[in-house]
């Protein structure tokens, strides 16, 4: 099993950063995949960046060139850095952990970017 704790959300201005972290359970070497997804109000949950155990990442169009996922092996931890911050990316953050064919998820932390 793996638990999956996020912080660092909060309310901020447009063109503001943040940094998202999500702190597991267990060592994340073994992970195939870890991402962050998001839903806003109204909307499905949607994939905004995964990465690898190798490091590979993949990123929703609508981030590509504004938010960096990484991942610290030794700290356990995924991060999402958050640059210019748009109102259109207010919602709720979640972590999400693939690991041995099950996925689990975070509690979410809710960003909201003002105008």
């Known amino acids: 099993q793996v638990q999956l704790v996020e912080s660092g959300g909060g309310l901020v201005q447009a063109g503001g950063s943040l940094r998202l972290s999500c702190a597991a359970s267990?060592?994340?070497?073994?992970?195939?995949?870890m991402g962050w997804y998001r839903q806003a109000p109204g909307k499905q949950r949607e994939l905004v960046a995964i990465?690898?155990?190798?490091?590979?990442?993949n990123y929703v169009d609508s981030v590509k060139g504004r938010f960096t996922v990484s991942r610290d092996n030794t700290m356990n931890t995924l991060y999402l850095q958050m640059n210019s911050l748009k109102p259109e990316d207010t919602a709720v953050y979640y972590c999400?952990?693939?690991?041995?064919?099950?996925?689990?998820w975070g509690q979410g932390t809710q960003v909201t970017v003002s105008s």
């Open positions: 999400n952990a693939k690991y041995r064919l099950l996925s689990y």
């Open positions: 267990r060592s994340i070497d073994s992970i195939t995949a």
């Open positions: 990465i690898s155990s190798r490091g590979t990442t």
